[in-house]
């Protein structure tokens, strides 16, 4: 019979753990009650951690950052591809008293934020993006900033679902070649505009198409300006109310070309409901719009076959 000495045994055993692969942390969590030095234990579910940004420091790329509870969980500056979400049910705050709530600078990330509520206290920004390739905003409310409630600067993917941004001095504001798709919306009482599509990169071009969303009280509701002339902004609605503000739609040459197309959309309530401002800017409708109680409108609205 064949007989291992004990010593033997363990160093075997020993040996194989050493050469298994790291545990992978892709799901971490925060709580009211969590603490972060529990980052020496990742965050896990029965020992959260405290804030996003301790958490920030153990999950994998591509993992996510669970907020099991109601409670505020800090602004956080985001480094890596990740998820922040809230349990379902729950309150997840982050509030910022100063520079931006939720910043985003790093090449290549991909970020999703679902159900959180984004408050500014003093903050300039809610999320401001300056790199990165990909941001997905769904089910927050960002409010009460005093420059953007988001704000892209990036070569990315934006999509914005399900979402309310709501008084701040600007809503959404897209430059560079940010391409953002906004759907099922609520844009409110931004004191400046509740969507702003401006570049002033050469040879880039921003886009946004607005479906199935309400854009109201904003000064200028939805808002294409450009000031390159090798540029080109893009903003398309479609089934949208676009209610009360001091211009609905304006599209605005400043020295370089602009684009915004509407259909199936509510145009009402507005001082300027279309304004169409420069030889460089196009204002479209494919005819099918309801324009209604606006004052004079501004410049030529092209009109657009259905096809």
Known sequence: MSRFSPVVFLLAVAGAMSVLPAEAVQRVFVASYGSDANTATNCGFTNPCRGFTAAMTVVDPGGEVVALDAAGYGAVTITKSVTLTANPGFYAGIAASG??????????????????NINGVGALNGVSMTNGAGLSIENC????????AV???A???VRIIDSLIRD???GIVLQGAATADIAHTKILGNASAGLLVFSQTASSTASATVTDSVLAKNNVNVHAFETVASALNRIVVIRSSITNGTYGLRSQFAGGPTVISVSESLVAGNSTGFSQE???????????NTARFNGPDVGTVTSIALR
């Open 141 to 148: 409310v960002i409010s009460n900033f005093s420059t953007d």
């Open 278 to 288: 420069g030889a460089g800017s196009t204002l479209e409708s494919l005819g099918n």
């Open 155 to 157: 070569t990315a993917t």
């Open 168 to 170: 701040n001095e600007f």
């Open 151 to 153: 704000y892209v600067n």
């Open 99 to 116: 520079g931006n709530a939720v910043t985003i600078a790093t090449a290549a990330v991909k970020v999703t934020l679902r159900g959180l």
